[in-house]
């Protein structure tokens, strides 16, 4: 299929594109490159870089590559950072993203899938794995910006009929061959712990040790980015639409986290114990049955160990990232 992604060039985007073409895809990469890197986008991709402000810029250059499918990973995604400056969020991630809606539309795209989030549902009081049923209550303006993308989607498909599927991710993490998880600002766990097991920092930190979990840090469900990829391309068959949760159902804690890096990495990582971080609900875990069922996912790289080797493999070749 053709395939047109925005975000090609960020971390997650860039390694589904890697798969898209891995699969005989035909693949365009919109960016600005405001996140992302251009060395990231696969050499069989096209590039263009625009931005998804620019209304007449995504009209012509959909209208003008007639793709069958549209995927849409551009957007912020810092929990934090949306806290601060929510209009932000809402302008990119709400906002920009009606004139790819727009553009879908115009140039009669079969099929939109979408990068939600697990952060869609906020603070879950429940212990067991959450389903899609689970009450949406997002708890910052980046949960909310993803959650009222969703909602357009849900329009757009009755009055315009534009089929969607929309992934509500859990923790994705782990790296391919090639490509990697290189932000400009680093909020994420697994690429901290191993900045420290490079000697680019003197220790990990643990926001929080007094949860109500079995150690007292925050568990979290991990998922590999390359079966996050594999359900992007299940979604791009004809018939699939609605919204999953992608994530393997086992959840680790931080401290479990940085163990694992430890053993992967053979370096003692200090770690330093710290006080809460705002906004981080005790307990995430993926119920993603739907997503096996309907979409025949089957995920490849289910553990933790599988996870961050692949995470450390791509950090220690790339000590310095893309720029390196
Ligand atoms: N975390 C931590 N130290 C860090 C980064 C994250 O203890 O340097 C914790 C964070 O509080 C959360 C978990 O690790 O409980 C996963 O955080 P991350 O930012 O990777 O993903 P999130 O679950 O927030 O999307």
Known sequence: MKVFVTGGAGYIGSICVEELLNADHLVTVFDNLSEGHRVAVDERAQFIEGCLSDRETILNAVAADQPEAVMHFAAFAQVGESMTDPSKYFRNNVANGINLLDAAVEAGVKKFVFSSTAATYGM???????????????????????????????????????????????????????????????????????????????????????????????????????????????????????????????????????????????????????????????????????????????????????????AWRWHSAHPNGYSG
Request: aromatic share 8%; with cysteine; proline share 7%.
């Open 124 to 310: 879950p009081d429940t212990t067991v794995p959450i389903t899609e049923q689970e009450p949406q209550k997002p708890i910052n303006p980046y949960g909310e910006s993803k959650l009222m993308f969703e909602t357009m989607l849900k329009w757009y498909r009755e009055l315009h009929g534009l089929e969607f599927v929309a992934f509500r991710y859990f923790n994705a993490a782990g790296c391919s061959e090639k490509l990697g998880e290189e932000r400009r600002v680093e909020t994420h766990l697994i690429p901290n712990v191993l900045r420290v097991a490079l000697g680019q920092a003197k220790q990990c930190r643990i926001f929080g040790t007094d949860y109500p979990t079995p150690d007292g840090t925050c568990i979290r469900d991990y998922i590999h980015i390359i079966d996050l990829a594999q359900a992007h391309i299940l979604a791009l068959k004809p018939g699939k639409c609605g919204f999953y949760n992608l994530g393997n159902g086992e959840g680790y804690s931080v401290r479990e986290v940085i163990e694992t890096c430890r053993q992967v990495s053979g370096k003692p990582i200090p770690a330093i114990e710290e006080a809460r971080r705002d906004g981080d609900p005790a307990r995430l875990i993926a119920g993603s049955q739907k997503a096996i069922d309907e979409l025949g996912w089957k995920p490849r790289y289910a553990t933790l160990e599988q996870i961050v080797d692949s």
